[in-house]
């Protein structure tokens, strides 16, 4: 079992920036992958970008160039900055830890940005 505790999110301005944290505990596996999803009201959730244990990242096109994530593998935590907010980024951020075939996924931030 891995669990996931999502904090950082919260209303920000747009143009402004958050900085998202994902813990992990459990049953940690060195290789894995861990991501970012978000999911806005009446939408499906997406994904925002995604980190290996490697250090490899991947973003979604809407992301690219205004969010970076990054991952501390000592400590077990990814993280999400997030830059020149939009109001369409208004959305609960969910963190995922995939591994071994299975895949774990947090409770969630709400990110609000207004315009």
């Known amino acids: 079992q891995v669990q996931l505790v999502e904090s950082g999110g919260g209303l920000v301005q747009a143009g402004g920036s958050l900085r998202l944290s994902c813990a992990a505990s459990?049953?940690?596996?060195?290789?894995?992958?861990m991501c970012w999803y978000r999911q806005a009201p009446g939408n499906q959730r997406e994904l925002v970008a995604a980190?290996?244990?490697?250090?490899?990242?991947n973003y979604a096109d809407s992301v690219k160039g205004r969010f970076t994530i990054s991952r501390d593998n000592d400590k077990n935590m990814v993280f999400l900055q997030l830059n020149s907010l939009k109001p369409e980024d208004t959305a609960v951020y969910y963190c995922?830890?995939?591994?071994?075939?299975?895949?774990?996924w947090g409770q969630g931030t709400q990110v609000t940005v207004s315009s």
């Open positions: 995922k830890y995939s591994s071994e075939g299975f895949n774990y």
């Open positions: 459990g049953s940690i596996f060195r290789i894995n992958v």
């Open positions: 980190i290996t244990s490697g250090g490899s990242t």
